[in-house]
């Protein structure tokens, strides 16, 4: 193993360095936390009583407060693919725990919605919300301090940093992830891809469209491209919160149901009752964060977790930003082409070596912090193998020395990139977030006139009206957290591959959200300060105008425009929209905190 990459070393270090006055407050908190709620046994006997009198053959286990108790926090629901094999998670948890003399309790639920189903339409504002919605409902659920351990059941795209974020302020319990696995591979991606620009084209209609998208999202399981949901699964991995190698294991298969038993004895055996205490603040720490952010870059994972990690890792007392991102990315090579960036999905992944063989391949190269404490009892270093069933019992091997595919993984030594392709880019428009990974090198400056749309929906309709066959840098602002509540706006997607297809010079500027499965087009996506005002300032989009030209180059990292905007008046915010729920986020809009500190009104309000 070789010694840690001294870009590595460094960014670590700086993190360290500035995290630690929240991170001492918030070990501090912890501690009192574990001194406070260590059993069950400060609870009087009314709220005990109340605490297990419908917990049927467990109920003396845990009236004499002896036995361990689990708290399950699941995110199941029937109507999403990736979370609908939770639904007999907790009976079977509750027989793996008492083969290990524990007891199991579902703590309570979290809402998980999809962005998949809400893209493009109303419900899509309360997406990012969700996330701090889904904190909240995990504090709810662990607030009876009934437990000794935290099983947390979630997948997908805010549900995961949601979790993360609500648990890690119950720091003195350990914590395991389990995962459900990814669904099985539907129709080509390419083919999926091509059907949705011939649509966007208008040279196929809604039917052909729909049988392209079922034959695509088709079953129970996470969808199988390399996006949110998925690079969730892989930062787990890398911070060391699954079983080692659980991430993209099918469901409904032995291997599945094998590591989630062995996820809940792992998890018995990390409680204070337990052999090998090791609660979640000290396995989340600043190293556990940098690896995440490395795991991440390595394998060309969803930008929005350049929103997601400063969030999840600000609830631990530990402070990134974008700069700390994009020196890594520079340091760390991209070793994982998964589509969008690739041709071959999580499936194909899973099979080439998968999450065993890139931690393999990082720490082998020092290119991660091997030394964290993690839910494996091993370390990191048993992340670098993978799980499987021998004889009907559950074991790890080594990854593979060579990858199974060299279109899809390839060592260190040898990468698709030098670097990780998460690029940051400023200038006086703002910062913004540069995914290089997902955009052929030619691509990477444009410099052109803009036009500017405060809707997703407005630059449809000039596309359709052909008013963008042009070489144009599209500003869609007014999409930012205290704005709207983020949205991803992958509706623009297709209508901009066809315009760069036609030949044209495109690129997107704007403060909304755009996550891994964005595609083919250069874009600075996240742009903080964004155009609605804070404490009276709008952000300089604010001030674009049609015509005003505009620079993005991931090259020299700048996002600029030639136009004087000292002199002019900001364009008038957009009025508040009602319906589908959104002025029930009003409180979280105004509250927002900027998107490279997380867009979380939760951990702003509160101080974090």
Known sequence: MSPLNPVVARVTDRIIERSKPSRSRYLDMVARERDRHSDRSFLSCSNLAHGFAASGEDKP???????????????????????????????????????????????GGVPAMCDGVTQGFDGMELSLFSRDTIALSTAVALSHAMFDGMALLGICDKIVPGLVMGALRFGHLPAVFIPSGPMPSGISNKEKQKTRQLYAEGKVGREELLASESA?????GTCTFYGTANSNQMMMEMMGLHVPGAAFVPPSTPLRQALTRAAVHRLAGMTKKGNDYRPMAEV??????????IGLLATGGSTNHAIHLPAMARAAGVIIDWEDFDELSAAIPLITRVYPNGS??????????????????????GLAHADILTVAAGGMSDYACEPMMMDDVLAW?????????????????????????????????GRGTFKTSAVDKERWTIEAPCRVFDTQEAVSQAFKAGELDKDVVVVVRFQGPRANGMPEL?????????????????????????????????????VTPEALAKDGKPGPLAYLRDGDVVRLSAEDGSLSTTADLSSREPAPAPAAEIGMGRELFAMFRLSAGGAEQGG???????GL
């Open 284 to 293: 989340v720490d600043e190293k556990a964060i940098v690896n995440a952010i």
């Open 216 to 220: 695509s999202y088709h079953a129970p």
């Open 490 to 526: 992958h509706k623009l997607t297709p209508p901009l591959g066809v315009l760069q297809d036609r030949g044209f010079k495109v690129a997107l500027v704007t403060d909304g959200r755009m996550s891994g499965a964005s595609g083919k087009v250069p874009a600075a996506i996240h």
């Open 600 to 606: 979380s009104a939760m951990l702003e309000v509160a």
């Open 397 to 429: 091997t080594p990854a593979p020395a060579e990858t199974g595919d060299d279109t899809m993984l390839r060592p260190v030594s040898d990468p698709f990139q030098p670097d990780g392709g998460m690029r940051l880019v400023s200038g006086n428009i």
């Open 344 to 365: 071959g999905d999580v499936n194909h992944f899973h099979a080439a070596g998968g999450m065993a063989w890139v931690v393999k391949e990082l720490l082998g190269s």
């Open 61 to 107: 286990a845990i009236a004499t407060g002896g036995a361990i108790n689990l708290g399950v926090v699941t995110a199941y629901n029937d109507m999403l693919s990736a979370h609908q094999p939770y639904g007999r998670y907790p009976e079977q948890m509750k027989l793996f725990a008492r083969e290990v003399g524990a007891t199991a309790q579902v703590a």
